[in-house]
């Protein structure tokens, strides 16, 4: 998937933030809020789970791009921009060893 299309879809997201469109989907999650937005990126997540269970790639990348959407949406809801989640992913591809770090308790 090329970044400018990602970029362009969450600047639509951002931009259905700001300025609300009558009867779009978009801003229906975001007036009812986090634990909507929430509950559809794990209804998602699990959906993806079950496609790729049953070795449907048409039916996985369908649900990837639904999660994908849900996921930028909260990204928005949560002022995360795509820039923070590049930046995260340069530093860990320059993990020497690519191991991970000791977790915390």
Do not use: W
Request: negative net charge; glycine residues 4%; proline residues 2%.
């Amino acid at each position: 998937m090329k970044s400018e299309l990602l970029e362009e879809l969450y600047e639509v997201i951002a931009d259905r933030r700001e300025n609300p469109v009558e009867d779009s989907y978009t801003n229906y999650l975001f007036t009812k809020g986090l634990d909507k937005i929430l509950k559809k990126v794990g209804e998602e997540s699990t959906e993806v789970i079950i496609a790729a269970k049953n070795s449907d790639n048409s039916e996985t990348v369908y649900e990837i791009c639904d999660l994908a959407y849900h996921i930028m949406v909260l990204m928005v809801e949560k002022g995360i921009k795509l820039e923070d989640i590049e930046a995260e992913l340069e530093k860990r591809r320059q993990k020497i060893g690519n191991k991970k770090p000791s977790r915390r308790d």
